[in-house]
T-cell receptor
């Protein structure tokens, strides 16, 4: 069974700090997704990656296939980054089903 | 704007009532799926479809029915609503692996309360 675990569950930071959220996943998952959900809001897909590193603005996502581990980094954090960040995995190929972590609630204080 | 459209945004049902949650996408995505989100549980897959005429069960399919008669639409039917189905429901679509930077597009969600 595919499994995805995130840490930490909750994270509080001061504006400007560098943030790291971690995700570990089980054998069988070949693509990792990072999602963002603001309180009461919809879900936005940030990244999909199966190797290496991707960057978009202040967000960076990395994945280590050998260690089955991915990280989401936020540089120069801002209060508008406050949200739940969710990692999800799928096994690729023709199987598009996602297995989700339980999310990390990030609060960035001004 | 291109994307996934879910309706309604909010719904209150009485136990035993039936209803259909609508999901439509205009991106010609092959893959569509329904998830429910409950506190402490994360998102769980209800049903999914890899193309018109093809559907399959996910992790929590009981009490829900789906069909995919067109590429664009993927409605979710609650056959006889129960309080345990109180949740936030999300529809998502994708072209699958290699879909680009993001992979999945989510609808804005439907908050359903069953009393």
């Amino acid at each position: 069974k595919n499994e995805v675990e995130q840490s930490p569950q909750n994270l509080t930071a001061q504006e400007g700090e560098f943030i790291t959220i971690n995700c570990s996943y089980s054998v069988g998952i070949s693509a990792l997704h990072w999602l963002q959900q603001h309180p009461g809001g919809g879900i936005v897909s940030l990244f999909m990656l199966s190797s290496g590193k991707k960057k978009h603005g202040r967000l960076i996502a990395t994945i280590n296939i050998q260690e089955k581990h991915s990280s989401l980094h936020i540089t120069a954090s801002h209060p508008r980054d406050s949200a739940v960040y969710i990692c999800a995995g799928n096994s690729g190929g023709s199987n598009y089903k996602l297995t989700f972590g339980k999310g990390t609630l990030l609060t960035v204080n001004p | 704007n291109a994307g996934v459209t879910q309706t309604p945004k909010f719904q209150v049902l009485k136990t035993g009532q039936s209803m259909t949650l609508q999901c439509a996408q205009d991106m010609n995505h092959e893959y569509m799926s329904w998830y429910r989100q409950d506190p402490g549980m994360g998102l769980r897959l209800i049903h999914y479809s890899v193309g018109a005429g093809i559907t399959d069960q996910g992790e929590v399919p009981n009490g829900y029915n789906v069909s995919r008669s067109t590429t664009e639409d993927f409605p979710l039917r609650l056959l006889s609503a129960a309080p345990s189905q109180t949740s936030v429901y999300f529809c998502a679509s994708s072209t699958g692996p290699g879909a680009g930077r993001r992979g999945y597009t989510f609808g804005s969600g439907t908050r359903l309360t069953v009393v």
